[in-house]
């Protein structure tokens, strides 16, 4: 009977580790989820967005609740405080878990 001769392995040497500074290292996971889905820091960390389409329609998103609304004024309640809406007619057009509307003659926003 013969016998046969296992070939001969060679063990892989492993580089040694890399070691990376704090500021090399990957970035945060909400980062990485906002760039692949092409999504903007602010909604993703809880962040009011407020955009306004000229004197007649302001829409916010991630807001908390609404403190204070009658046609003069409106105060919105957000992580960073209170976001104040003045003007003339205003009317909450939509208001949703994720984000409202006001309409109407906007003269003034600001936080307090």
Known sequence: MKTV?????????????????????????ARRITRGLQL??????????????????????NYHNIMEYNEKRICVQTKRGKLWVEGERLVIAYFREEGMCIVGDIRQISYR
């Open 5 to 29: 001769k296992k070939p001969y392995r060679v063990k892989k040497k492993h580089s040694p580790k890399m070691t990376t500074k704090p500021s090399e290292k990957e970035p945060c996971i």
């Open 40 to 61: 903007s820091e602010d909604i993703l960390q809880g962040e009011p967005v407020v955009t306004g389409y000229g004197k007649e329609r302001l829409c916010i998103e």
